[in-house]
Nanobody, 123 residues
Framework: QVQLAESGGGLAQAGGSLRLSCAAS????????MAWFRQAPGKEREFVAA????????DYADSVKGRFTISIDNVKNTVYLQVNSLKPEDTAVYYC????????????????WGQGTQVTVSS
């Protein structure tokens, strides 16, 4: 089993920045891919970014490319999502996810999920 715990969400103004963290614990040695998804009120959960644990393969949704950066600290077993140039449409609950295989944008193939952290962007 793998446990994921997000933190770092909050309220930000448009144009501002936040850094989200996801601490992984348990059988983390078997995890190959970490990802971030988000779910806005009344909308389906959508892919944001994914990275191989080694950092070799990184993928971003078009809507966040150039503004968000995913990174992994292998020593701390923590995944980060740096979110810059925030827009009101970035308002959502952000979820960390993990899987055993390669990166994917499909939420259904992820094996483990965190509880989510709220990001609210005011205009």
């Amino acid at each position: 089993q793998v446990q994921l715990a997000e933190s770092g969400g909050g309220l930000a103004q448009a144009g501002g920045s936040l850094r989200l963290s996801c601490a992984a614990s348990g059988r983390t040695f078997s995890i190959l891919t970490m990802a971030w998804f988000r779910q806005a009120p009344g909308k389906e959960r959508e892919f944001v970014a994914a990275s191989r644990w080694s950092g070799g393969t990184i993928d971003y949704a078009d809507s966040v490319k150039g503004r968000f950066t995913i990174s992994i600290d292998n020593v701390k077993n923590t995944v980060y999502l740096q979110v810059n140039s925030l827009k009101p449409e970035d308002t959502a609950v952000y979820y960390c996810a993990a899987k055993y295989g390669s990166t994917s944008r499909l939420l259904g193939v992820y094996d483990y999920w965190g509880q989510g952290t709220q990001v609210t962007v005011s205009s």
